[in-house]
């Protein structure tokens, strides 16, 4: 059974920093390039990262840049989402997908597979 499985997400002040876990199950992560993205109460889906399949090239969300960093564990199957400096405005959920289309990895439609997501949430 294919899964991604996203973890890591709670509750943290403002300036706090969070890491976030995507596990790939049931196929390997190697082959494809990952992406998170959030979705806020009201708002539709948004980009936040991605990463290619070797792991050397990244794109981010301008609200994240120089704030966020994703890397890749092609051993592990696992994708990592470092959040630092986190704002109230990162409230959201958070969503990992697998794309073999890196050049539209900021688009949710050339996704083959997404997570169930994990709350992340920033207040005071």
């Known amino acids: 059974q294919v899964q991604l499985v996203e973890s890591g997400g709670g509750l943290v002040q403002p300036g706090d920093s969070l890491r976030l876990s995507c596990k790939a199950s049931?196929?390997?992560?190697?082959?494809?390039?990952m992406g998170w993205f959030r979705q806020a109460p009201g708002k539709e889906r948004e980009f936040v990262a991605g990463?290619?399949?070797?792991?050397?090239?990244?794109q981010y969300g301008d609200p994240v840049k120089g704030r966020f960093t994703i890397s890749r564990d092609n051993a592990q199957n696992l994708v990592a989402l470092q959040m630092n400096n986190l704002k109230p405005e990162d409230t959201a959920v958070y969503y990992c997908g697998a794309t073999i289309d890196y050049g539209n990895i900021r688009r949710e439609s050339p996704y083959n597979f997404w997570g169930q997501g994990t709350q992340v949430t920033v207040s005071s």
């Open positions: 049931g196929f390997s992560i190697k082959v494809y390039h």
């Open positions: 990463i290619d399949w070797t792991g050397t090239y990244t």
